[in-house]
């Protein structure tokens, strides 16, 4: 019989971004503070598209400015986005990152190490085309 794993962390306490929900430690210092200016900023609730800046701390969104606004603080990071759209993430829920692909010799569909290099490679092409999380669906 399975069990599902528990998670460390209690539902108020901040953990990190690892599945396993590990408490974060507490900070000994500022996280550094990153300013994407004067994109396109897609707001996934609404639906919508305007022009505008984000604020980000650590791997936090502290604030969405409007275009015009200079209004971050004074030691952030501003990397010019004019032209380009800011979006959370994508999400894929269902991928089988090592299955062979046509392309892959009849011998190694077995192969734990081309599995490992076919799944390292696909993880890629999914991080280089908006996605940042996957759910693996038992890939072989």
């Known amino acids: 019989m399975y069990q599902l794993a528990r998670s460390l962390a209690s539902p108020t306490e901040r ?6 929900r590990i408490p974060r430690k507490p900070a000994t210092g500022q996280a550094r503070r990153t300013v994407l200016r004067g994109g396109r900023v897609f707001d996934a609730a609404s639906g919508s598209i305007r022009a505008g800046s ?3 701390q650590g791997n936090t969104i502290t604030a969405v ?16 986005v004019t ?6 993430g994508l999400i894929d829920m269902h991928v089988h990152l090592t299955y062979p692909d046509p392309d892959t010799p009849i011998d190694e ?12 490679r696909n993880l890629r092409t999914y991080l280089e085309s908006g996605f940042t999380s996957v759910r ?4 072989e």
């Not at 953990?15 to 396993?20: C, Q, Y």
């Not at 400015?65 to 010019?80: F, R």
């Not at 032209?83 to 959370?88: C, F």
């Open 15 to 20: 953990t990190t971004d690892d599945p396993r």
């Open 54 to 56: 984000v604020v980000i």
């Open 65 to 80: 400015l409007p275009a015009d606004a200079t209004s971050w603080p004074a030691d952030a990071d501003v990397i010019d």
């Open 83 to 88: 032209g380009k759209t800011v979006m959370p």
């Open 109 to 120: 569909h077995a192969s734990e190490g081309s599995g490992v290099l076919r799944g390292e």
């Open 136 to 139: 693996d669906m038992r890939s």
